[in-house]
């Protein structure tokens, strides 16, 4: 990956791959909604060697947007041929359960927008055959939880979107990568006490770029997440439904 | 509320921490004092605060700008040297002043005004400051230069991050061509020796710094190894700067904090005798790669945790020429009978080069820097004696390495104190601030916060 767009580029994730595809010397268009953030974002990057940083401020959940917004990021750079989805919220379960509106605002957020961006990003790689999507879903999507299942299931739903998308791009040689975080010190968990499960987003940020060059399909980061949610996923429905997780 | 401690892990006190993220934010608004805490390598309680809350800086720790050209860096506070030195060796530049450890960050530099091996040549940290931006809890943001708001400028440099918080700021890097250093090594036989080594190795050597075998007694009080060293000049193009960032460490880690009984008197004399046969055979002068020259103690990650649970104290004094060889005598003797022998002893030569900060440390003569376990009682009363000592010579103690000095000690050493106090921003406080000055506790109820000692 040369010339990236990073959405969500002021969320932890996203500034530690940022620094990292710097350093390598990509060339960057970093999305996201706080231009200051945004901006301390941007010249990080180019103080670390990326040869060109442009930013742009945007709500992502503006869908109708995403067309001029993918135009603009090809034309700053010159073509693109990678893409990294790092915005996301984590929301409030029991606000989800209790409002409708706290639910579709994280539906929308973390899967409709995504969806939306990757149509756009998808048909542009697919005709030029070439380019990687990089995109942060969750272990969380692995299996609805009473604790969190709306994230979940947004995440969830975003998986299995990723799943088709590789599967129709495969044959244009694009790839299509799912990371799938556990636990991430970042401020989005910052009110959850931490534990030994936890990995600091620059942990994570090397996985998905380890991830992104060997063109994986679905990687946990960290790696044991995948005996985790292998154990998780094998629980009988009848037995789960009356675990408190 | 949770119980933190600091580098020298005494003592712990119960705060509270919350993250700073953006340099564009405003000061989280919380009950009672905050205070900025970066990495957390003051080794007393500068860093703590007991009862209030510590703003951690970890988070602002973006690159602002490098200029090749001029080697001068912005930078958010809370970036650390470490992080400087991988983005400026490769380019040809250096800190212009770095302390024995490489993962402080530049807000501590300056919040300390810390000092390396090259005072005599460079000064201290803060001279090589440019401007940084300072936000106070009145929300206003001042930005602070020799010129502009020099007053705020004067009092942050040293300030103990007590003046509000440092957002980013502007350091003037020192070029170099080479990242090894020619290093020498001098035996010398006592405090004499030493004093004369130091005097002719000055003008001919950027970096100075001693090792002090503090178990010698009599005649060989004092006696020890001088090191010093120049930036090797240009001639090792097969060794480019480009991969000199590579850390030359041994990766040796203290896994846990080792047991009381692995640190006594027999111990620390088998390793000072042999610290000191080994390293004077070695060749001299030498080629040493700039990290394990500047950070030798970085290479054993958590090397505070050989004290054990209870910790160590540090203790760092100047004192000035006119009364530094009594003086002198006097610490080492006091440090070599009053109990476990300090470890790790270091003697270097402050110059005259007089630091920007009001509240600065580092002033012209001979500093002193001993580390000893925590015993409790014993090794305090030891402390307070070494505190009283240089006192009477007319020195002064670190406070970034202090957990113990007096009241009225630190109203001696730092004779700007009350002009420096009315900058002091009104919703920052420290555990070391209200424990020098009594009379300004802001909370009284604080004082019992401390947790004491297993």
Known sequence: ?245 | MSTSDSWGRFPRVEQQARALVWRSDALPRVDGPVLPHGLGRSYGDSCLNGGGTVLLTAGLDRLIDFDPATGVVRCESGVSLDTLLRLAVPRGWFLPVTPGTKFVTVGGAIANDVHGKNHHRAGTFGRHVRRFELVRSDGSRRMCSPEENADWFGATIGGLGLTGLVTWAEVQLTPIRNPFVVQETVPFENLDGFMRVSAESEADHDFTMSWVDCLARGRKLGRGLFYRGNFAPTQFDRLPLARSHLSHGSGLAVPVDLPGFCLNRLSVSAFNFLYYHRERTKPSPRLVHYDPFFYPLDSVYGWNRIYGRRGFLQFQCVVPHATARDALKELLERSARGGLPSFLSVLKTFGDLPSPGWMSFPRPGYTLALDFANRGEKTWRLVEELDRVTREAGGAVYPAKDARMSPESFAAYFPQRERFSAYIDPAFSSSFWRRVNPASLPLPSLEGRQVSIP
């Open chain 1, 1 to 245: 990956m040369k010339k990236v767009i990073v959405l969500g580029a002021t969320s932890a994730i996203a500034q530690a791959t940022v620094r990292l595809l710097a350093a390598r010397g990509a060339a960057l268009y970093l999305v996201g909604r706080n231009a200051a953030n945004l901006e301390a974002v941007a010249r990080d990057a180019t103080t670390r060697g990326a040869p060109k940083v442009e930013f742009r401020a945007l709500d992502l959940n503006d869908c109708e947007a995403h067309a001029s917004l993918v135009e603009r990021a090809w034309q700053a750079l010159g073509e693109l041929d990678g893409a990294v989805l790092a915005h996301g919220v984590l929301g409030d379960q029991a606000e989800s359960q209790r409002s409708w509106a706290a639910t579709e605002l994280v539906l929308r957020t973390n899967f409709l927008s995504a969806a939306s961006l990757l149509t756009e990003l998808a048909n542009r790689f697919e005709a030029q055959k070439a380019g990687t999507l990089v995109v942060i879903s969750s272990v969380a999507g692995d299996r609805g939880r009473q604790s969190n299942y709306v994230y979940g299931a947004s995440k969830g739903a975003l998986t299995v979107f990723l799943q088709g998308l590789r599967n129709r791009l495969a044959k244009s040689g694009v790839a299509v990568v799912t990371v799938k975080p556990g636990f991430v010190d970042t401020p989005m968990t910052a009110h959850v006490p931490k534990n030994k499960l936890f990995a600091s987003p620059e942990q994570v940020a090397r996985g998905l770029l380890k991830a992104a060059d060997g063109r994986k399909n679905e990687v946990y980061v960290p790696g044991f997440w995948a005996l985790i949610m292998l154990i998780i996923r094998s629980i009988p429905e009848p037995v789960f439904k009356r675990l408190k997780l």
